[in-house]
C-alpha cells in the first residue's frame, strides 16, 4: 500500500527531492496540540517541519513554542 502527500507517493517525492515527510505519530500530536492551543484562544503563528532535526515546531502566542519529535512526544520551549 502506497502512502500519498499532496497527491505523491512516498517514493515519487523522494524522487523529486523532498527531505522528509511528517510521521503519522507527529501529525496527529500535531492536530491535538493545535485544537489545545486554538481551546485557550492561543494564536498559531507557524507550523513547520524542521528538516535538521525531524521534528514539527509549532510557535503560538507570544511565548509558545511546542517541538513534536518523530515518535510523537513533545516538548514545550517558553
Known sequence: MAIALYGYTIEKAESLGVAI???????????????????MYRPIYLVRLDERTSEVVIIAGEETQIAIEPDGKWTYKA
Open 21 to 39: 515527510i511528517p510521521t503519522v505519530a507527529q501529525l496527529l500530536q500535531c492536530f491535538i496540540l493545535c485544537q489545545r492551543l486554538t481551546m
